[in-house]
């Protein structure tokens, strides 16, 4: 079987169990083993090929049901169409159901509008295929400097001035000789804020010294990897991560090794423009 085919064959088998448990657990690590995925990688594969991320899928799905359950049950009340598509209560059904189909509830059931209905969610055609140069190398191991940030992603600048000011005031691993990483451990998102971690990186030949910043050491493993160059702000590295997942990795034959995607700056800000830096994705492989 193609490889693209046993992709889509397996992300198939998702829809199709989402479609048939509605009413279910459908969170990432029961997704992901009907996928056959890694845990840590199927937010990603899943929204590169369905079009958005599998918690907003789930929502559409049970609010379509909901929305057929409305218009063809009598007794079906509005809470009751609530809690079977998973909402706490019917103020938050509401809300999220006229976003979606442009009525309320009650009104979608005295008059449904089923154009409406059926043109609410589409999945993107996935045919289109964006250009990309995609190459497969062996990255070797490489020893870290790295200062993780918890929390909010829109705070991550301040902790990326910590990590500068250390690189400066220590003399370890500078900028003009090492290399700047940067490894998203998880998807801002699909990521609760203050659940979000991201390691901002610096080379490093010798131990880190110890010091009042939280800087420590670690390594990058060595393997093969995927890499995909991104030019452009950081903030929008998004439309050229997606692509790998959704056009490349499908008809690629390769596996996800299950290491977190990382990042290679290769520009330094302010010396380039923002719209010129160029970005390294690498995606490790199996």
């Known amino acids: 079987m193609p490889a693209h085919t046993a992709y889509a064959k397996r992300f198939d088998a998702v829809?199709?169990?989402?479609?048939?448990?509605?009413?279910?657990?459908?969170?990432?690590?029961?997704?992901?083993?009907?996928?056959?995925?890694?845990?840590?990688?199927f937010h990603r594969q899943f929204t590169g090929y369905v079009g958005v991320p599998v918690a907003r899928y789930v929502q559409m799905m049970r609010l379509r049901?909901?929305?057929?359950?409305?218009?063809?049950?009598?007794?079906?009340?509005?809470l009751d169409a609530a809690l079977d598509a998973g909402f706490d209560s019917p103020e938050a059904f509401s809300r999220a159901f006229k976003r979606a189909f442009g009525l309320t509830p009650s009104q979608f059931r005295r008059r449904?509008?089923?154009?409406?209905?059926?043109?609410?969610?589409?999945?993107p055609h996935l045919s289109r295929k964006l250009s990309m140069?995609?190459?497969?190398?062996?990255?070797?191991?490489?020893?870290?400097?790295?200062?993780?940030h918890h929390g909010a992603p829109g705070l991550l600048n301040a902790s990326v001035r910590q990590f500068i000011e250390w690189r400066m005031q220590s003399g370890q691993s500078p900028?003009?000789?090492?290399?700047?990483?940067?490894?998203?451990?998880?998807n801002p998102e699909t990521t609760p804020p203050d659940s979000f971690r991201f390691a901002i990186c610096g080379e490093m030949q010798e131990p880190v010294a110890p010091n009042s910043v939280g800087v420590c050491e670690d390594i990058i493993?060595?393997?093969?990897?995927?890499?995909?160059r991104h030019v452009g702000s950081p903030d929008h590295i998004g439309e050229s991560i997606y692509p790998i997942y959704r056009d490349w990795?499908?008809?690629?034959?390769?596996?996800?090794?299950?290491?977190?995607?990382?990042?290679?700056?290769?520009?330094?800000?302010?010396?380039?423009?923002?719209?010129?830096?160029?970005?390294?994705?690498?995606v490790p492989l199996v």
Do not use: N
């Not at 090794?257 to 990042?263: A, G, N, T, Y």
């Open 15 to 41: 829809l199709a169990h989402i479609d048939a448990h509605l009413d279910g657990d459908l969170s990432v690590a029961v997704l992901s083993r009907v996928a056959s995925f890694s845990a840590y990688h």
């Open 65 to 78: 049901g909901a929305a057929r359950r409305l218009a063809s049950q009598k007794r079906c009340t509005v």
């Open 112 to 123: 449904p509008s089923w154009q409406v209905w059926s043109a609410s969610f589409v999945i």
């Open 133 to 148: 140069q995609v190459q497969i190398i062996d990255f070797t191991e490489t020893r870290i400097a790295k200062l993780e």
């Open 175 to 186: 900028v003009a000789s090492s290399r700047t990483f940067g490894i998203p451990y998880s």
């Open 221 to 228: 493993p060595g393997g093969r990897c995927a890499v995909i």
């Open 249 to 282: 990795l499908p008809g690629s034959g390769e596996e996800l090794r299950d290491h977190p995607l990382f990042f290679h700056y290769l520009s330094v800000y302010p010396e380039t423009p923002m719209e010129d830096w160029q970005t390294d994705i690498y």
